[in-house]
Structures are given as C-alpha cells and as structure tokens.
C-alpha cells in the first residue's frame, strides 16, 4: 500500500467520523460520501471496500444506505494522526529542516579527526553508525540555506564529547541525524574543527558518500536534518 492511498484511506476515515461513525453506527450511501470528499461514487465505493479489508471500519449494506462504525483499528489510526498534529503543532522545534549545498574538495582532514577512536566509539553509540573515514564538504550559496544553516545551531544536537592527548586538544563534536539526498541515513556534524566559516557544513555517513550517490565537486545536494525530540 502505497503512502498515498494511506493518505486517501485516513481521509475517508475523518469524513465517517465527521458524519458520527467513530462513536455509532452511521447510516451512509456512498453517493453522499462522494459528495463530501469530492470524488466519484466508484472510488468512495471502492475505498470503503479498502477500508473493510483493513479492518478499519466495520459496515453492513442495506438497500437505504451502508451501516458503517469505525473499528478500533480506525480509531487507532485517527490517534496516531491526532498524535502527530499535536506534535507539530506543539514542538519546539521543526521535525526536520533541509539544507542543500554545492559538493568541493576539502581539506582532507576529516579521515583524520572521525578515525580518532574516542570520537569514533561516541559516533557508533549515539548515532548507531561507524562514520566512513572522512565528510563530505557542502558549500551554503543561498541566504535561506545560511540562515537555515545559523537556526540550526540553536536547536538540540547529539553531543561527541572531545578529549586531549598529549599533543592537543580536540573538541565537542555537535552532531544532527540526517538522510542525504533522500536516500542515505547520516549526519550532519559542527565544529569537528574550525578551518571552515559557516556557509560550509560537513556530513558523514557509514558509507563514501561521493561513492554510493556517483556525487562530484559541483553537484548539488539535499540535506535532510533531523531535530531532536
């Protein structure tokens, strides 16, 4: 079942429960259902029928109309929406805020910094992954991307703690889930070190990301940034 027909079915549900089915038995032709979601009588048909098959509606066909009562599977999935619109609406935060920078050259330096093994063992524990030795380098062009990119750092971040050796010191690393191009899961990381301003951002993921995406110096690319709940 694809998300969309998810969407259509969670809508149908909200028109019953509209007409009072979510808390009896409601008494509804399918022409009339049509009418108020604006679409053919064929296709409410049909979506009832998905909906029965779901076991999200219980109903009963009469010759007047279709005896229709919302099934607590139903009920269960108009909570989980009520839940999420509350969500949003209440949060502190957006759930994600999405960058997209130009692919360069850096560097170098991130193999360096990402393989130290105490940052390498906090990347594994909070984040779930083993970073790739080195980041990919996303120069920010654009005044919504920078001021996106500013908003960001006052939002929570999974913190790798830094440490000392007896050469040096190497910060706290903040680190933001993030899926890459919609198609890998990584993350976004600040202040691994402070060679660049901060119209550049850096991301790391369990792969060569250059690799897995065929990205070269110019390619454009979108980062999706995940907010903390």
């Given at each position: 079942m694809t998300?969309?027909?998810?969407?259509?079915?969670?809508?149908?549900?909200?028109?019953?429960?509209?007409?009072?089915?979510?808390?009896?038995?409601?008494k509804i032709s399918t022409e009339y259902l049509a009418e108020k979601m604006g679409i053919?009588?064929?296709?409410?048909?049909?979506?009832?029928?998905?909906?029965e098959r779901k076991?999200?509606?219980?109903?009963?066909?009469?010759?007047?109309?279709?005896?229709?009562?919302?099934a607590s599977l139903g009920i269960t999935a108009i909570e989980k929406l009520y839940s999420y619109l509350r969500f949003l609406i209440e949060a502190a935060y957006p759930p994600s805020v999405t960058l997209e920078g130009t692919v360069f050259e850096?560097?170098?330096?991130?193999?360096?910094?990402?393989?130290k093994d105490f940052y390498k063992k906090q990347f594994i524990e909070k984040l779930g992954f083993e970073?790739?030795?080195?980041?990919?380098?996303?120069?920010?062009?654009?005044?919504?991307?920078?001021?996106?990119?500013a908003e960001l750092e006052t939002y929570p971040a999974v913190e790798v703690q830094g440490f000392r050796n007896e050469n040096r010191t190497f910060g706290l690393v903040k680190c933001y889930p993030a899926t890459i191009d919609n198609k890998v899961k990584g993350a976004l990381i600040s202040a691994l070190r402070s060679h660049y301003?901060?119209?550049?951002?850096?991301?790391?993921?369990?792969?060569?990301?250059?690799?897995?995406?065929?990205l070269k110096d110019g390619h454009k690319v979108k980062v999706e940034v995940f907010t903390l709940p």
């Open positions: 998300e969309k027909h998810e969407w259509q079915h969670i809508h149908t549900l909200l028109k019953l429960a509209e007409m009072g089915a979510h808390k009896r038995i409601a053919s009588q064929q296709t409410a048909s049909r979506y009832l029928i998905e909906l076991r999200w509606i219980h109903r009963t066909i009469t010759p007047e109309g279709s005896l229709i009562k919302i850096g560097l170098g330096e991130g193999a360096y910094y990402i393989s970073p790739y030795p080195g980041t990919l380098n996303l120069k920010l062009t654009t005044e919504y991307d920078l001021k996106t990119r301003d901060v119209s550049v951002v850096e991301v790391i993921a369990p792969v060569c990301l250059r690799k897995q995406l065929k």
